[in-house]
Every structure is written in structure tokens, then in C-alpha cells.
């Protein structure tokens, strides 16, 4: 998507401080449309292009939220003739506000517009087009009035170039709009006018009394930033906390005059239900997070003690399998420790990849030396997913380094020091683990796209035995994982021989939802 910036700068000779000044007056032009209840433009004139007739380019739009619009569809990015926008055009080469009338395509009628030059230091670089319904022109009632009245000293502050601010905070979505509650204070910071939303607000802060012809203090509010704004000519925005339930954001905006400011627009709205929401959603976060932590702790406490265990057995079998039983638990951990870093349902699998070749890596009990290498990765992944696809790959990492190249020390006795004295012994009997003799060379490859999720490990190793057929081994670990995979992911795995000797295991899981 184009932003209005980069639209601009394709099609005029705006210097970038320019641009600038315009980003920021439609970072906070919210208000100039609710204060005069108008669908506000801004367009800025195209750069001259010889024999042709010059154009205008629309930058930017808004619409008042607090009456219908009269701009239904979105003008952003259309160029006009200068002819025909003649009142806009005419604002911006004379630097003035230029009132009118034009026929409104779509009514059928007359509407009046009013064309704002936008100036910048000595220069007008864009106009804003004021489109509104008749029906708003006279002020009905006295918030109207006021409205208008600080719509009007705004629009001076623009033709004078002090609006928008030099550093205007750019607004969010929270920025309180005219709707939320405004009040107008003098250069003092006394109060010459709320509107009924903000007369609530004060309410909800248990200010009861009139708020006209006090200051915000002598109410009881805190709120410094009335004062700030005066003092600094700057906007300030601030969250008075009343009470230890409510809060309010509070937008000062300076009215200014020659440099000063004599009076503010305050704009004020009860967020106090979006802030218990965050704190709600950050202490969940917290919880989660601190759950997922607890997890790993249990699993490690697990882990050592089923190998404190395999360490007082005798059995040489009984070791091995409560070793085993040890890793496994391990794998899982590995997930929950990533989870307690980062608590969302999605897990960037890379992290568990890396810890789990790091656990197979120090699992090679023998002499000999195997590289496992990591190539693609698979995205961030779900929890659910993580897990079970966690402990697949650790037993299939586990499997590669612990029989692709079993047997190796046979012919080796001295290990597989770089001259180990067998320069290519890799026959048929694996007598040394890869071709290149000494080092055994594990492969990951991950991949994920549309078609779903890819793993693939291959080892150059010795290869499985002819008759092996993942579908009917009933060896424990294979059984897990063919459990994992098939049963719980919904996907497929196949092993056969890679290219090349060793052997190669492929896991498909379908795309997403996972
Ligand atoms: N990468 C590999 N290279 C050679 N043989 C393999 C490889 N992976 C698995 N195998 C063979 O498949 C058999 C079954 O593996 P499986 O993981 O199910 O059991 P295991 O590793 O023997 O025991 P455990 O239950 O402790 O994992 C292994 O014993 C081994 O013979
Ligand atoms: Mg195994």
C-alpha cells in the first residue's frame, strides 16, 4: 500500500520537511474535522510537467465521526485538474482562504467548501479542501459555536504555518477524538467551555462542581499537561489517573497567536476500560509465560532424577532405557523453555531445532565425531504443533547419531582422529561413519510454505538393514514417532535410503491450521 508521503513524493516537488509538515498535520487533523463538522481533503499541486495543464493530487482524507459524511468515496491518490478544482487552486496561489461552492457530483447540488492554504515556513505547500453539508454552515448551538470558534483559530494557526505542531506526537487510535469530551481553556488554563462528554469525564474523576472559570487543579485533576502545553506551545498528551479506577487520557492542544499560546483545546477520554483490558491481557501473558516456565523446571526435575536413577542400576539395559526415557523428557522441555521466553501460540521452531541438535550432538556417546548441519526453516509454528514435531525430530536425531554410524569404533579402535590410519573405510559393513572418513554428517532440512511443513534428515551412515519398514517396526522409538507424526499432526513419514548410502527421513505435515 501506498502511503501518502511516498504518493506525494512520486508526483510533486515537495522538499521532505515539507512532507513532513503535511504527515504530521494528517497525523492530527482529527480534529479540525469533528470541530467543524466536515469531510476534510488535503490536496497538494502535482510537479509541473512542460505542455501540460498542472494537476492537484488528493493526499489525504477524513470524515467528521460525529455527522454523516459528505465524501462517500475515497478520493486518496485521484488527481484533478487545476481548473476544475479551481477554489483549491486558487487558495494555494494566493495563500488565502478562498470560500465557494461546488457542484457535488453525486448530490447533484451545490455544497460550500471552504480552501485552507497550508503554509510551511514562507511557503504554501498544500490546501486543505473544508466539503460541508448546508445544514452544519450555521451553528445551532452553543457547543456549535465554540466548535466553530476554535475551528476558525485553528485554521489561522495553518495559514501561519503553527499547525500543525513541529513535533506533533503522530496519533493512535486512542487519541481522544472531539466526540470523547473537549473543553476550552483560556490562556490561563481556566475553563471556558465543556461539552457534555466531558463534563462526564469529570464526573467519572468525581468532579462534581462547574467546571467554567476554574483550572483543571482547582477542580482537583492533576493534569500537568494544561499548563505544559500553555508554557511550551506543544501539544501534550497525558493519562490522569483519579481514583485508583479511572483513568482519562487528556490531549492539550495550544491555541496559539503570534507565537503565544492563548488558549488550549483539551480533549479528554475515559480510557479506563481499555487500560484494565491491557493490564488484564499483559498479567494473562505473564501467567502463561510463568505456567510454561514451571513446565520446563518440572521436566528437568524430571530428567535428572530418571538419571540419578539410570546411575544406580546395574543393568545395562535398564540404564539405557531410563536414558532414554530421560531425553525424551528432555525434547519436551526444550519446547516449554522456548514458550516461557515468548508466551504467543506461535513458536519459532528454528530456537527448538538449534536445542534439539545441540541434545543429539552431546548424546554421541562414542569416539567417533558427528556434524549435524540445519538448512530452510519452518516458520513459526503452534504450540501444538511444536511439541509433538519437537520430540519426533529428537528421536530421529537421536536414531541418525546413535545408529547410522554404530560400529564405526569396530574398526577404529583409536576413534576417528583425522588420521585415524582409515583413510576411506566406508564399506558395507559401516566400519566408518561417512565417506569422508572419520566424520559422520547429519542433515536437517526444513521447509514450509503453502503445501504445509517439511523435515527431512538424511545421515551418510550405514544405512537400515534391507528388510526395515517403518510401517511395521515396533521399536519404541519409531513407534513414537510414527504416532506423532500419523496420529497426532494428521501427516506422513516415509524412510528409505538417502542418495548416496545412509539413510533419509522424510516428514510431511499438511498446512495450516496446525
Ligand atoms: N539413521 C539410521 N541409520 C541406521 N539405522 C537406523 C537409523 N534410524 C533407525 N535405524 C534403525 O531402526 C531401528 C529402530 O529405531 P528406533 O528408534 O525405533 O529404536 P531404537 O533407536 O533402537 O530404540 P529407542 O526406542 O531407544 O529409540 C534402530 O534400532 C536402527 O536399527
Ligand atoms: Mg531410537
Not at 454552515?137 to 489561522?156: D, I, N, Q, W
Not at 516428514?507 to 496446525?514: G, K, S
Request: charged share 20%; proline share 6%.
Amino acid at each position: 500500500m501506498t502511503t501518502p508521503a511516498e504518493l506525494a513524493l512520486s508526483h510533486t516537488d515537495l522538499t521532505p520537511p515539507e512532507l513532513a509538515h503535511l504527515q504530521r498535520l494528517l497525523g492530527s487533523w482529527s480534529v479540525l474535522a469533528d470541530l467543524s463538522f466536515s469531510d476534510l481533503l488535503l490536496v497538494v499541486p502535482t510537479s509541473a510537467v512542460a505542455g501540460e495543464e498542472p494537476e492537484l493530487i488528493v493526499m489525504g482524507q477524513i470524515r467528521p465521526n460525529n455527522r454523516p459524511t459528505m465524501l462517500e468515496q475515497d478520493l486518496v491518490g485521484q488527481t484533478v485538474l487545476r481548473g476544475t478544482w479551481s477554489l483549491a487552486a486558487a487558495a494555494l496561489e494566493r495563500g488565502e482562504v478562498v470560500n465557494g461552492e461546488v457542484r457535488h457530483p453525486l448530490i447533484g447540488e451545490s455544497v460550500p467548501v471552504e480552501n485552507i492554504p497550508v503554509r510551511f515556513g514562507e511557503r504554501v505547500v498544500a490546501a486543505m479542501v473544508r466539503v460541508y453539508s448546508r445544514a452544519v454552515a450555521t451553528p445551532h448551538s452553543m457547543y456549535e459555536k465554540k466548535y466553530f470558534a476554535v475551528f476558525g483559530r485553528l485554521v489561522k494557526m495553518i495559514t501561519e504555518a503553527e499547525f500543525p505542531f513541529a513535533q506533533e506526537e503522530v496519533g493512535t487510535e486512542e487519541t481522544p477524538r472531539v466526540g470523547d469530551g473537549f473543553v476550552l481553556v483560556d490562556g490561563k488554563g481556566r475553563i471556558e467551555f465543556a461539552s457534555p462528554n466531558a463534563i462526564n469525564a469529570f464526573h467519572r474523576m468525581g468532579v462534581y462542581s462547574t467546571p467554567e472559570g476554574h483550572k483543571f487543579t482547582q477542580l482537583g485533576v492533576e493534569a500537568s499537561a494544561v499548563q505544559w502545553a500553555l508554557a511550551t506551545c506543544h501539544p501534550v498528551v497525558e493519562e490522569v489517573e483519579r481514583r485508583p479506577d479511572v483513568i482519562v487520557l487528556v490531549q492539550c492542544i495550544p491555541l496559539l497567536e503570534d507565537h503565544v499560546a492563548n488558549g488550549a483545546v483539551i480533549l479528554m477520554r475515559d480510557v479506563t476500560d481499555v487500560r484494565r483490558l491491557d493490564r488484564l491481557l499483559l498479567s494473562k501473558d505473564a501467567a502463561i509465560r510463568e505456567v510454561h516456565h514451571r513446565v520446563k523446571n518440572n521436566l528437568q526435575t524430571i530428567s535428572s532424577l530418571l538419571s540419578l536413577q539410570a546411575r544406580r542400576l546395574s543393568s545395562d539395559d535398564g540404564k539405557a532405557a531410563l536414558y532414554e526415557a530421560e531425553r525424551r523428557v528432555r525434547s519436551i522441555a526444550v519446547v516449554h523453555e522456548i514458550l516461557s521466553r515468548d508466551p504467543s501460540d506461535q513458536v519459532p521452531f528454528d530456537d527448538i531445532v538449534g536445542s534439539l541438535v545441540r541434545m543429539a550432538e552431546d548424546s554421541v556417546v562414542s569416539s567417533h565425531t558427528v556434524e549435524i548441519t540445519v538448512e530452510g526453516d519452518l516458520g513459526e509454528v503452534t504450540a501444538d504443533t511444536a511439541t509433538p514435531l519437537a520430540v519426533a525430530l529428537a528421536e530421529i536425531l537421536q536414531n541418525a547419531v546413535e545408529h547410522a554410524f554404530a560400529g564405526a569404533d569396530a574398526g577404529t579402535p583409536d576413534g576417528n582422529a583425522p588420521d585415524g590410519g582409515t583413510p576411506d573405510g566406508a564399506g558395507p559393513d559401516g566400519a566408518t561413519p561417512g565417506p569422508d572418513g572419520g566424520v559422520g554428517h547429519v542433515r536437517v532440512v526444513l521447509a514450509h510454505g503453502s503445501q504445509g511443513l517439511g523435515v527431512t534428515v538424511s545421515d551418510d551412515g550405514k544405512g537400515l538393514e534391507p528388510d526395515f519398514d517403518i510401517e511395521r517396526t515396533t521399536s519404541l522409538g519409531l513407534s513414537i514417532v510414527r504416532d506423532l507424526v500419523v496420529s497426532q499432526l494428521g501427516g506422513s513419514i516415509t524412510m528409505g535410503a538417502a542418495t548416496g548410502g545412509g539413510t533419509l527421513v522424510e516428514i510431511r505435515l499438511p498446512p495450516p491450521p496446525y
